[in-house]
């Protein structure tokens, strides 16, 4: 009998008629003691050939076979990859550099992150974006770009892991990524093997040259070949949004980007591409998506870009505490080896990354908007509250939130801290309200 796939499958017909011929047929057992022997062996062979050839055959097409044969999507969405409970911190090259980046560039970045204080206030991922690349080789392994990285992505991760920090590298589902360098449409298992031997820890997967690629299969099956690795890899999904991944991507990565690039501006686009877009227009994107995020599958709304120059201090200030009030994955994306002392203050913000990093893992959002004044929550472990109060406007602006901003009863009291001056302020006592400079933010913690 031949199943549908044309394999042979034994009937029970079949099976009597391979028992006789295999000497099992009656009137065969009263032979000499030679004939006995060799009987006895030819038996266990034969038994052993069914267990081994025969009964997996068989068992395809059994009803309690049917139930392995899953899809990759099926599979990975049983359950996450118990990463990056916390929305991820680090480096990404990108923003800075784009395709001008070597192995000297990401040695050096990874001692500032370690000497300016970023490893330790949380930035641990250092992430190598696109351009990394050098051809495939004969067996189709993909190889570092010998030029930049003349001593190989293994060495790389090694220094970066010697500084105490984790490493990073970027791919694409595509043929080709975004600045044309091989991507890993139809080398996923390959690539997820050779990132776990270099001792990657973090893949950002972007989404170039798809042509009509499914993105959730494209992404579980990146997914899968990452968990088959057996090596811990946070999984960034970069499809920009575009197949609404907070509704499929829970457990199929860890943070999915949910807009277009960033550009270096605040509110107005001065010089971008189509693709990218200024901080306020990702935020806009970014803040109705807040009840999709959670631990370990985080709204991304792009990388920072505090420190490079398009925007004011006060601006970059908002941008981190906008970010952290989103519990984006806070991903610096500057020159960290020679950052001053403005940007640093603002990166290095504890009170602020502390807003980003709590457990309890909800995203905050805005609970109340007049013109361009704008009072966000974000609900903190233990009952907690971060508030912004955001001054989107070109002039100052008073603006007030109450205990119904943050979901309190009225008369509950507990102690008012501001998250830049560092200053425990007082008591609350059913609200706050400040002048904010144009484009800043004012930004307390109550309670806890
Ligand atoms: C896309 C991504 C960016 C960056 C570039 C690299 O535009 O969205 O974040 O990775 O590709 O080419």
């Known amino acids: 009998m031949a199943n549908m ?130 051809p ?57 093997l050779t990132y776990a031997r270099w001792g990657v820890d973090y893949l950002k997967y972007d989404w170039c040259t798809t042509g009509d690629r499914n993105a959730q299969e494209a992404y579980a099956l990146m997914a899968d070949a990452l968990r088959q690795t057996g090596r811990d890899i946070v999984f960034s999904m970069c499809e920009w949004g575009s197949a609404k991944p907070w509704l499929w991507a829970r457990n199929v990565g860890n943070l999915w980007r949910t807009t277009g690039d960033i550009s270096d501006d605040f509110g107005t686009k001065k010089k971008a591409h189509d693709w990218e877009h200024p901080m306020l227009q990702l935020l806009d994107w970014n803040e109705p998506l807040w009840p999709f995020a959670g631990p370990g599958h985080w709204n991304d709304p792009d990388m920072l870009e505090v420190g490079n120059g398009g925007m004011s201090t006060v601006e970059y200030r908002s941008h981190f505490s906008l970010w952290a009030m989103m519990a984006a994955p806070l991903i610096a994306g500057n020159d960290i080896a020679h950052m001053d002392e403005a940007t640093k203050s603002i990166l290095l913000n504890r009170d602020v990354i502390a807003v980003d990093q709590d457990p309890l893992g909800v995203q905050g959002h805005r609970v109340a908007q007049n013109g361009t004044s704008e009072v966000w929550v974000k609900p903190l472990s233990g009952g907690a509250r971060a508030i912004i109060l955001f001054n989107r406007g070109d002039t100052p602006a008073v603006i007030e939130a109450t205990d119904s901003h943050i979901g309190w009863p009225a008369g509950v009291r507990a102690e008012v801290r501001n998250l830049w001056t560092h200053k425990d302020i007082g008591r609350w006592a059913g609200r706050i309200s400040a002048t904010v400079e144009p484009h800043g933010v004012e930004m307390f913690r109550i309670g806890g």
Not at 99 to 120: H, P, Y
Not at 156 to 184: E, N, Q
């Open 5 to 134: 796939r044309g394999i042979h499958v034994v009937s029970v017909q079949d099976r009597t008629n391979w028992r006789r011929l295999n000497g099992f047929a009656g009137g065969q057992s009263g032979g000499t003691g030679r004939d006995s022997k060799a009987l006895l062996q030819r038996a266990a062979r034969a038994v052993m050939a069914f267990f081994l050839v025969i009964a997996p055959l068989v068992g395809t097409c059994s009803p309690a076979r049917a139930q392995a044969t899953q899809t990759t999507q099926e599979v990975v969405n049983k359950g996450s990859n118990g990463l990056a409970l916390t929305p991820p911190m680090g480096w990404n090259s990108w923003n800075k550099f784009a395709c001008n980046i070597s192995e000297q560039t990401v040695r050096d970045t990874a001692d500032a992150m370690v000497s300016s204080g970023m490893r330790d206030a949380g930035y641990h991922y250092v992430v190598i974006d696109d351009c990394w690349h050098g």
């Open 136 to 192: 495939r080789d004969a067996n189709g392994f993909i190889t570092a770009d010998a030029k930049k990285f003349p001593s190989g992505i293994k060495a790389l991760a090694d220094y970066v892991h010697s500084k105490g920090l984790k490493f990073g590298i970027y791919s694409d589902a595509g043929r080709l990524t975004c600045g044309g360098r091989p991507g890993s449409q139809g080398h996923e298992y390959q690539d997820a």
